[in-house]
């Protein structure tokens, strides 16, 4: 409990004036002895025990009243926001996720999650805080602080507005921790707005325990978690995972490989009408759906033989979270799928050469070629969409290095492989550990992948690749904070086959810890692994090549120009603001001649021509994929991840809006009510008996 105005609780000592008044009361009495006293005291000795109980009970409510009465006045609080005596911290931190799936809303008022949340932390921090202090709003999709003048600004600045992006909570714990610090806030109250996702938090990654220590070290810093954990069983969502462009002598036609989601995943057979919209044209199609998710492969949409190029968007019928209704797409000419394989051994380069040269899909290039450790720099970065670096890992400050770094920053693909002779050199965060063998003659075979989703997934019919016949009689370890994709099993001790780096920015590198020679494993003997492992790596990288390209909202999907992009989508490209074009789901181009740079991030040789040079470049951006899984960290977790620190969880709905700040001054006027009840019927004076009749009809008294 706490109160909004807790200095009026200074006033509690008034509780006792009505013993002070008694004591006085007993100072002013006169004692006056008459003769029939002795048998007045003797009646009182006979009820004293009970006479002083009274006087107490009668001192004790009065105590109460007013002690009730000061509460009251005080406006308590039911829900904790200011503490007993701490009143209002001198900075407040609003921690806000404004991921996609924070647009999830209640179908009977509209209300999303984000705004619920804004409305209600508005209101408490109105109410609970005032102007005492200082406000600042730290968003998930900038990480930028922005001083705020009131509580009401909160729901009003674009920082707070929605956006189609992830959110990172470490991220935005850690730039809430570097403003403390920086800023010297003194006593911080730091309110986190959630809907507690699984992708969101990233409880298994590296960062919490420096977080933890960071904030421990901090005097008067508390935490309060506003959680909307609740998903809608109903939600659908849906993604494009391929688009493919066919031409015959009579007709064209859009491939899409289209994929629903349910969140729940024992829904019965139904059939779910789809709306496509190709180049502003727009036709349905009908999907049937059974268990948690379907794909319809190779959907076929016509389109006319002039169009070459253009953009369009999968729909879903509106449902509680609209964010997931709809997937952008844009088709061009692809671009070739360029491979280029770092390596000093030809015994290693060649099956990875034969393996990314046979062609997947038919019209489409697939050009490779094999560079030594030392031509490294020769790399034409601009259009290679998968390197594959086998050797020694390159130094933390070598061009080389930076160049590998852009590379995956700009969504393009990197698969290291072990060198002969492993050394401490890092590559973000990740390096190598000395080989190890299989005992005996027997190898080791994978015991463990991951099958869901990434290089070694199902295939599109359903079937599992076989990653669990791939043999390894030699691989090497690997050190740093990485996802392990898939594990060796037997007498390997649960060794790593392939894992993807962990640190921010690494989702695109990857570690295969053997090599597909004859003497380390059967890669390139069996072939089916290696061949999809390295053509999906292959597909992800050329995602971001060529002049019509697919990406994930976020503060720079679009470069350090976003001004220089427009909205396709949308009749009014104008009310969408350049700094939140990057953040919002949707088709954009930008004219033929700007700088690639400004779209994929890499300012590596001959990024300054943007896709082919001769045509726009269009860009879909969509919510990242990760928005679409509803698993939510529970208390068990959150309790695990906030351990040592001073925080509290709000749980809220969006069906019951329970204000953060219930005052609950009525209970204490009940309780100052009854108080004063039962002071009065203590202090009224006992009934007299009346005496029953004489002979003669006097009265007389019982003691007569």
């Known amino acids: 409990m706490s109160f909004l105005a807790p200095l009026l609780l200074f006033a509690l000592p008034l509780a006792l004036l009505p013993v002070v008044i008694h004591l006085i009361h007993l100072l ?59 009143g209002a911290p001198d900075s407040v931190i609003i921690l806000l996720d404004r991921s996609a799936s924070m647009e999830e809303q209640l179908l009977a008022t509209g209300t999303g999650k984000r705004t619920a949340g804004l409305r209600n932390l508005t209101a408490a921090i109105k109410d609970a805080y005032g102007k005492r202090s200082k406000l600042v709003l730290i968003d998930s999709a900038t990480l930028q602080p922005v001083n705020l003048e009131n509580a009401e600004a909160l729901a009003d600045v674009p920082q707070s507005g929605p956006t189609d992006t992830a959110a990172d909570v470490p991220s935005m714990l850690q730039s809430a921790l570097d403003y403390i610090t920086t800023n010297q806030t003194g006593r911080t109250d730091v309110w986190l707005v959630s809907d507690m996702r699984q992708s969101d938090w990233n409880a298994r990654g590296g960062r919490w325990a420096s977080l933890r220590a960071a904030f421990a070290t901090l005097q008067g810093v508390r935490f309060q978690v506003l959680a909307y954990p609740e998903t809608s069983p109903s939600d659908l969502g849906i993604s494009v995972e391929r688009v493919t462009r066919r031409e015959t002598n009579d007709k064209a036609e859009l491939l899409l490989d289209i994929r629903l989601n349910s969140a729940d995943p024992a829904a019965g057979p139904r059939t779910v009408p789809l709306r496509v919209v190709v180049n502003g044209v727009g036709s349905t199609l009908n999907a049937e759906m059974k268990g948690a998710q379907v794909l319809l492969q190779a959907r076929a949409i016509p389109i006319d033989k002039a169009t070459k190029r253009g953009w369009g968007r999968v729909e879903l019928p509106a449902d509680a979270s609209p964010a997931d209704n709809v997937y952008h797409f ?64 390159p130094g933390k400050d070598s061009a080389v290095a930076k160049q590998l770094e852009l590379h995956v920053a700009a969504g393009r693909t990197l698969l290291f492989m072990p060198p002969a002779q492993p050394d401490d050199t890092a590559f973000m965060g990740v390096n190598w550990t000395p080989w190890q063998s299989a005992a005996g003659d027997q190898p080791a075979l994978v015991e463990w992948w991951r099958s869901d989703a990434g290089l070694l997934a199902g295939t599109r019919a359903g079937t599992a690749l076989p990653v669990g016949e791939t043999e390894a009689r030699r691989w090497c370890g690997l050190a740093g904070d990485v996802v392990p994709l898939a594990r060796l099993g037997g007498e390997a001790g649960k060794g790593l086959l392939l894992a993807q780096a962990a640190r921010d920015g690494g989702n695109g590198a990857y570690f295969l810890t ?39 909202a976020a503060v720079d999907a679009l470069g350090a120009e976003p001004a220089a992009w427009k909205r396709l989508d949308i009749e009014n490209a104008d009310s969408v603001l350049p700094v939140d074009r990057p953040l919002r789901a949707g088709v954009l181009e930008r004219a033929a001649g700007g700088s690639a740079g400004s779209a994929d991030n890499n300012s590596g040789a001959g990024a300054a021509t943007g896709g082919t040079g001769k045509d726009s470049l269009l860009i879909a951006l969509n919510r990242p994929p990760d928005e679409d899984a509803p698993q939510t960290v529970g208390r068990a977790v959150l309790e695990e991840l906030m351990a040592g620190l001073d925080w509290r969880l709000l749980e809220r709905t969006l069906e019951n809006e329970k204000s953060l700040t219930s005052e609950i001054w009525r209970t204490f006027l009940l309780l100052m009510a009854a108080a004063l009840v039962l002071e009065a019927l203590l202090s009224m004076p006992p009934r007299r008996s009346l005496a029953a009749p004489g002979p003669g009809g006097e009265l007389k008294s019982p003691a007569a």
């Open 28 to 86: 002013r009495r006169r004692q006056v002895k008459w003769a029939a006293m002795m048998f007045l005291l003797a009646a009182q000795r006979m009820n004293k025990g009970l006479s002083k109980l009274r006087q107490y009970l009668i001192l004790l409510f009065r105590m109460l009243a007013v002690a009730a009465l000061i509460f009251m006045i005080g406006r308590p609080l039911a829900g904790g926001l200011l503490g007993l005596t701490g």
């Open 330 to 393: 844009v088709f061009d000419q692809p671009a070739p799928l360029k491979s280029v394989i770092v390596s000093d051994s030809a015994e290693v380069s060649g099956p990875l050469t034969a393996a990314l040269t046979a062609p997947l899909e038919p019209g489409r290039t697939y050009p490779s070629s094999v560079l030594p450790l030392a031509r490294a720099a020769e790399i034409s970065w601009e259009d290679t969409a998968l390197i594959v670096w086998q050797g020694a890992l």
């Open 514 to 552: 053997t090599l597909p020679t004859v003497g380390d494993s059967s890669l390139a003997r069996d072939g089916v692994v290696m061949f999809a492992m390295l053509h999906r790596a292959l597909q992800d990288g050329a995602a971001t090549l060529g002049n019509a390209r697919q990406k994930s």
